[in-house]
């Protein structure tokens, strides 16, 4: 009988230039809208409001929260990273155009960089890659596009692959300024302001909100499932290190999101990442606390503006609390 692994790529597998392209399309329904909700308990106003957001929008279908779309777009790219011990960070995310319920998401995965880690005792072999993923509906227009970067073990712990790729050279440093500003959606930013309690732009750089409100990890194997999300250290403990399931990076990036809300209730959505770094693995059951300051406004024309904001999340911990998500997007404010 012939037996055949699968399990996914190890690090030795994979090669700058390769592409995956075979995660399954995903035609997002009021099912996984409605799932996120009960996941997170996300308060911004435009997924939640049919009438608020065809008057903003000028479209009959109700708007795909941006988290939602992010974790989508991340969990498809997870047929190359499989066996991966941990995501260490996002870079230069842009939603290109917001995503309405009924359209479907593909994603496709780019190597463009490999860096084999240095060998330390007791410690599994692992090595880091550059990943490019790129997001298209179904009309082929372009929605999501980022660079990530997870650990992945090598199936070899004693090879010399000689990757030793500088991830400067492949990932920017920042946003592109141009691709940010065509981000912002020609919405009636106006009627926001109108319909939605206080929705001034009453924002001073350098203010830090902190939300008292705290949030249980839970449900963390439901959304990898929905996400279509094959890491296995999601959902099988004995994938990991140190023997315990992590939580996806996502999960905690939208509990953050959802207390984001909290402390401005009038963020109409939000437009892009500048980076996004996991300082510390989650687990379920930990609780979750977040803090963000003012870093930028930029008005608009017409009204309305960009905000920068900066996010620290922290889990609550009987011996301590510990930072475990570094978290810069930019949001849009009636």
Request: proline residues 7%; aromatic residues 4%; hydrophobic residues 40%.
């Amino acid at each position: 009988m012939t037996r055949i692994d699968v399990g996914g790529p190890w690090f030795e597998d994979l090669k700058v230039g390769q592409v995956f392209d075979d995660a399954p399309p995903i035609t997002i329904t009021p099912g996984h809208t409605a799932m996120h909700q009960a996941l997170f308990g996300d308060r911004m106003r435009l997924p939640l409001d049919a009438p608020l957001a065809r008057a903003v929008t000028g479209r009959a279908e109700m708007l795909v929260h941006p988290n939602l779309v992010c974790n989508i777009a991340i969990g498809q790219t997870t047929v190359a990273t499989q066996r991966v011990r941990g995501n260490l960070f996002y870079r230069g995310l842009i939603l290109q155009r917001p995503v309405m319920v009924g359209d479907t998401l593909h994603t496709t995965t780019e190597v463009v960089g490999l860096k084999q880690n240095r060998r330390r005792a007791g410690k599994p072999a692992t090595g880091l890659v550059a990943l490019r993923m790129t997001t298209l509906n179904q009309h082929g227009n372009a929605v999501v596009d980022c660079w990530r970067c997870p650990m992945i073990p090598l199936r070899d712990p004693e090879v010399d692959t000689g990757h030793a790729d500088r991830f400067d050279d492949e990932i920017p440093a920042d946003l592109d300024a141009r691709s940010l500003a065509r981000a912002v959606p020609p919405w009636r930013l106006e009627v926001f302001r109108e319909r939605a309690p206080g929705s001034a732009m009453d924002l001073d750089v350098g203010t830090t909100y902190v939300v008292e409100a705290q949030e249980p990890v839970s449900g963390a194997p439901e959304l990898v499932r929905m996400t279509m999300n094959v890491a296995m250290v999601h959902l099988d403990a004995s994938a990991s290190s140190d023997g315990r399931r992590l939580v996806y990076g996502g999960h905690t990036i939208s509990i953050a999101g959802a207390q984001l809300t909290r402390a401005f209730p009038n963020l109409v959505t939000l437009l892009a990442w500048r980076s996004c770094d996991h300082l510390a693995p989650v687990f379920e059951g930990d609780l979750l606390r977040s803090e963000a300051t003012i870093h930028r406004v930029t008005p608009l024309d017409g009204g309305g503006g960009m905000v920068d904001l900066h996010v620290i999340t922290s889990a609550v911990r009987a011996d301590g609390d510990e930072r475990v998500l570094d978290w810069r997007p930019v949001g849009l404010m009636p």
